[in-house]
């Protein structure tokens, strides 16, 4: 079987062409980037695929997206360094033969307070952070970011993090000053293209697919993971293919006998992903998610499958789909331009357990034809036990589609219906939007949970290259289980990474 799968590696990876590309980027994916730079490549008559995120893109056309966006809601001309550095330009440039490195300060620097919840006083967030990339040759594009955080929250992130010690999306973390948490977060990953149609990347990142606001079939929801992701473009970019082999963890305390200590259970992990673009107004993605048991306490150490190697799609799926030592999840991702700028999306999932979820969406620019106004309106589902949860959404033994007790997929785990409205305008360097969350979910041993979160938020955004911003808003979260919030903020932030704060 080993051997098998490594000649299936080398025939279905095999190096379509040797030209090499220019120097690659990568493209931010975050909620501010994706309605300013993507909708470029979502206007694009090119054959770009938008499905699998993060994208690498060339450079050069990185840079030519951001100055559009920087010439639609500013271009004005700055002389001065000053000027240049807070309004367009990266912090720090190091530019060589066959070298080029970009260094930019992140930050999130927030205070407020819940409105409901006064006796908790001020409720604050203090990010410093790095951004470190670049290019050696046209062959190697390397990225890496440092945050540190020390923040306050409001109750219901509180009560969640106190489960298991767990920042929503930022992994571990401990107490700081009694009732706050510290979480050092890095992410870093290199990535190397052999040839224009040919790359291969190794980090310890997160992976999104898909179109919308969530995902059905793998989010950037949970905690960062270490992968190694091979790329296959084919029929003049019509058909791409990413095989990631993952490892994975069950965050999980035991008693020792000394209060209890953390264990962390590893399990390994297949994500492929085909997917076909025959034309500019129409995607079409097969992905097959496949979670490998490497520990469980009847066995101890579990052995990993050969099968685990193999790059070729659905063949773990169909070999191991009644193994009681695997998660297997399957779905299809759709993408429908009819309207130069109107989109309908789709995902469909479905588990080795029979359970199943769907999303249904649709996005937009420039709605009613008003410049700036922008919008999108999703349906998400998912059926009791979808990707291992157990009937309360919550993650059950050791091959759920969970990473660091966080849904790998859909923020809400399983057993829930969810409506997603979002409406942003952008005028100059003015951005207001307003994001609704409603629907109802199966959290504990309650009665089923229904939720309503409301998201306001006005910012003026300096740097299109970080999303540098100051900032203010309020979240209203009325749950009928758990007493409402009102979290009023404001701050100074930048703005590179979706944080999922909305469950």
Partial sequence: M??????????????FGLHISAQQTRLNFDLISTFDQGRQLFESDSIVHLGYKPMMVDRDFYDTLVEHTFQRYNGRKYKRWLGRKLYKENFAIIRQKDLYITIDPL?????????KDSDRGTLTTNTRALLVQGNVTDKIYFRTDFYETQSYFPAYLDTFIL??????????????????????VVTGFVHFQATDNLDFQFGHDKLFIGHGYRSMLLSDNAFNFPYLRAGLKLLKNKINYHAAWAALQVKEKIDDGAGGRDLYIRKAANFNYFSFKPSPLIEVGLFEGVIWERWNPNDG???LSPLFVNPIPLVNSFATWNDSLTGTNLGLNLLVKPFGRIAFYGQFVLDNRDQNG??????GYDLFGIKGLNYLLEFNSGSESLSGSNDFGIQEGYTAFYHYNQPLAHTWGGDFNELVVYL????????????????????SFAEPTDLTIVDFNLAYIFNPRTNLMVFGGAVMRDDSNFP????????????LRNLYYDF
Avoid: H
Avoid at 163 to 184: L, S
Avoid at 358 to 363: A, C, D, H, P, V
Avoid at 428 to 442: D, H, T
């Fill in 2 to 15: 080993i051997k098998f799968s490594g000649l299936a590696f080398v025939v279905l990876f095999s190096a």
């Fill in 107 to 115: 930050m999130n620097f927030q205070a407020g307070t819940d409105l």
């Fill in 163 to 184: 489960q298991d010690r767990v920042v929503p999306g930022q992994g571990r973390a401990k107490v700081f000053k009694e009732t706050g948490w510290d979480y050092p």
């Fill in 301 to 303: 150490n579990v052995d």
């Fill in 358 to 363: 769907f999303q249904i969406g649709t996005r």
């Fill in 424 to 443: 942003g305008y952008r005028w100059r360097q003015l951005m207001g939007s307003v994001k609704v969350n409603a629907g109802q979910r199966n959290v």
């Fill in 484 to 495: 409402a919030t009102q979290w009023v903020y404001f701050g100074l932030k930048t703005n």
